[in-house]
C-alpha cells in the first residue's frame, strides 16, 4: 500500500511487466476486496465465522498497530480495551435493551476516553516501562469485570450471554455471513481512516516522536497531547473491535479477556508487519488460524503431545520471525523491491520495509 | 511421524475453506456416525489456568482407546476430537462450531469448564446437538425444560449443601450456621443449596454470611467476623488457598466448630497438608468418589480395575490425581449410553438414552452411588456420603445420602 510515503520503495514511475508500481498496488487492493466479498458465498459458516473473526482482531491489530508500529509505544494491555468495548456492547444489548449496532461506536467512544486518560499518566513512562503499566491494566481488567460490586452489571464470572442477531431487511444472508459483512463494513472505512491518519501532519507527529522524540519536540510538535491522542485513536480501534468480537461470539465473559489475548495481539502486530496497514490483516490471520494449526499439528503427534499446542506456536512463531524479520508485509516490500529492481535500472533501493 | 500428505490436507482443509461436507448417508444417524466409527468433540483446557484438568480429557482418551481396542460399540469405534480451548470462551465458541459444522461430530461430550459451556449452551442447543456430561459442577445444567439438549455429569454444589442441610438437621437441628462463600456462582450455588435443604429452618439456623473474592489476598477478617457470631457450625465454601486458610486461621483463633469443607478443596496435598494436618483433623466433607490414594481400596475390586486400565493405557500417569478416575468413569457412562442406543443412534435417541440411566455403577464410585438419569432429572450423580478427616485420610461415616 502506498500508506507511508517514507517507506515507499518505489517511486511511482517505476514499471513491472508493464505497469506502474501504484497500478499494480490498486489491482492488488481490488483483488483483495473482491476475494473479501466473496468469502461468506464460498466458505462454510464456521470458516465464515473465522474471517469474521480475522476482521474484528484486524480492527484491534490496527489499533494496535497505530500506538506500536506508528509511535513507538508498547502495549501488553490492549486485551483490557477490546473488553470494555466488549462489555460495553453486551451490558447495553441485554439490560438496556440498546440495538447491537448502536452500541459499537459507544463501545469505540467510551474506549476512547479511557485510552485518552490512561495515556496521560502513561507518558511519564518509556518504552518498557510503559509495557510493564499496560501489563498491569491487562492483568486487572479480568479481576474487575469479577467485582461483585458490578456483578448485577457484567453478570460476575458468568458474564452476559448475547442473542446472535440475523440478517435484516430481508437479505439473503444467514446470521454468520450477515455479520461478516457487518463487520466487513466496518473495517473498511475504519482502515481507510487510520491509512489518511498515518499519511497526515498528525501521522508524521507520531512517526517523528517513534523515531526521534527530541527532535520532534524541537520541531514543535507537541509531544504530551500527539502520545496521549495516540493512545487514545488506538483505544478506540480496539474498542469497536471488541464491541464486534462481542457480537460475533454472542458471549462475554472475564476468562474471555486474559492476558493472553493482549500478547496475541502484539504477536498479530509484529508479525504482520509494524507501521503497515496491511500487517494488522495479516496479523490477524496469524493470531486466528496459527494456534489451530498447532494443535492440529499436536493431534498428529498422537494422544500423550496433548500439552504441545503452545510449543509448536512457539516454534511457528520462531520460524515466522527468523523468515520475515520485518513482518509479513515487511517480507513482501522487500519482495516487491527485488521485483522492481530486477524490472528497472538494477540500481539498489533504500531498505524497505519498517 | 506427521505424514506430509496429511499435514497439507489437514491445512488446506482449513485455509482454503473448501466445505464440502459429505451428506449424511443415513437419514437417522447422527452426522459423524457410520457403520465403523462414532465421532464425537469436546474441548479442554490443555492450556491456560485450568491446564490440570486436561488430565479429564487425556483419561477419556484413553479409556476410548481401551474400548476400541476391545472391538468399539457393536464394531463402531469411538472417535473423540479433544481440542483445546485454553479456557477462554471465544475459543471454546470455535472450537465447538468446527466440531460440529466442520469436523461433523455426532455430540459434544464433557467439555470443560462453566464459563465455557455457557458460552455454547445456547448454540448447542439450537442446533440440537447433544451437549452430555459436562465437566462441570454448577447446578444450572440440570434445567431439562430450557435446556433438553444439555446434561450434567458430577453431583453439583447444591446437591452437596442439600447433604450437609440433611445431616444437621438429622444430627445437629440446633446448630448455628456461619456460611464463608466465594463471591460468585459457584460460591452462591453452596448458600443456595443449604438454605434450600434446611427449608424452614434456614432462616434461624444460618446465622452469619461472609464472602470473599477470588483477589482478596486473605480471609481472616471474614472468619474472625463469623466467630464472634457465635456459630457453631461452618460451611466453607471456598477454593483450596482460601480453605487453607480458612482452616488455620479458625484453628488459631481457637474458633472450633463443625467444619463442612466443600468438595472442591479436599485434597489433602494441597489443602489440608498447607493448612497443617492436624489443624485441619475433624473436618467433614461429602465425597462421591473413591480416594485413589486410600489404602482401604487396595484390595478393592473397582480400585483394581482402574489400576488396570491405567498401567496399560496411562503408563506414564500420575495415580494420585483423581481426575483420572473422573474421566474413565464419564467415559463409561457415555458407553453406557451409546450401548442403550443399539442401532439407532441419532441426536434425538442419543439424549433419550443418556435420559434413561438406572442404577449405573461405576468402579471407582463409592460403593452404593449410582448413577440415575430420566427425562426430568438430567442430574447424573446425586448422592454422597460424608467423611471426616482424622488427621491423617479421610473417613467415611453414616450412609451414602442422595441430595
Redesign the interface.
Known sequence: MTALGYTQAAAPTRQVAGLSVSAWRRIGLGAALALALIVPFWASSYHTFQFTLVVVYAIALMGLNLLTGYNGQISLGHGAFYAIGAYVTAVLVQKAGVPYWATVPVAGLVCLGAGFLFGLPALRLEGLYLALATFALALVTPQILKFKNFATWTGGVQGILMDKPDAPWGLPLDSDQWLYFFCLALALPLFWAARNLVASRTGRAMVAIRDHPVAAATMGVSTALTKSLTFGVSAFYTGIAGSLGGIVVGFVAPDSFSILLSLSFLVGVVVGGLASIWGALFGALFVVFVPNYADQISDLLGERAKALPWAIYGVLLIAFMYLMPTGVVGMLRTAAARLVEGAGRGRSLGKPGA | M?SRR??LQ??AA??A?L?T?SLRAWAANAPGVTDKEIKIGQT?P????A?SY?AI??AE??YF?KVNDEGGISGRMINLL???D?????KT??QI??L???DGVAFIFQSLG???N??IQ??LNDRKVPQLFVATGATKWNDPKRFPWTMGWQPNYQTEAHIYAKYLLADKPDAKIGILYQ????GKDYVIGLKDGLGDKAKTMIVKEE?Y???DPTIDSQIVSLQSSGADTFLNATTPKFAAQAIRKSYDIGWKPIHFLNNVSISVSSVLTPAGLEKSAGVITADYRKDPTDPRWKDDAGYKQWLEFMKKYMP?ADLADNDHPYGMMAAMTLVQVLKQCGNDLSRENIMKEAANLHDLEMPMLLPGIKINTSADNFAPIKQMQLQRFNGKSWELFGEVLSG
Do not use: H, W
Not at chain 2, 490443555?46 to 489456568?49: I, Q
Open positions: 506427521i496429511r499435514l489437514t491445512t482449513s485455509a475453506a466445505a461436507r479442554m490443555y492450556s491456560g489456568p491446564s486436561g480429557g487425556k482418551l484413553a482407546k479433544s481440542l483445546d485454553g479456557y477462554s470462551p471465544p465458541v470455535e462450531r468446527r460440529v459444522e466442520q462453566t464459563p465455557s455457557s458460552a445456547k448454540y463471591n460468585d456462582d459457584y464472602s473474592e477470588t483477589s506414564d
